[in-house]
């Protein structure tokens, strides 16, 4: 039996950066539902939140799991449920980029930390701001497909 722990800090953001989780009860809502839905699929979220148009969720790589698989499915599933559910006055979607990022185990809990605080963090700064953070400081680059 393999013994793993590698944790990934993944971003990403409602299709056009619509604010569709406008309200806190209705992130709540969609925060827990996305982590009981992972946790059925064997997908280990450690901490969820985000804000209005976007989310943050840490999560611990299983031995079969792969980044796209893990979007895949949480992308999909959750903005299935929300429309399902007529969570959003509007078609609610994904975008289909995203940020995934690894977290050494000696940040862990600074991770925890940042992500459990989005509320906070985004009464100072905007999305779009935090992106173009996340874009400088870890040196991503847009690689256009062929």
Known sequence: MPFLKIYIHFVWSTKNRVPHLSSFELREKVWKHIKVNAQEKGIYIDHINGYSDHCHCLISLGTDQSIQKIMHLIKGESSFWINKNKLTKEKFEWQDEYFAISVSESIVDKVRHYIKNQELHHK????????????????FQKINPK
């Not at 701001?129 to 040196?139: A, H, L, P, T, V």
């Open 124 to 139: 100072n700064k905007t999305f779009q701001e935090e992106y173009d953070e996340i874009i400088r400081k870890f040196g």
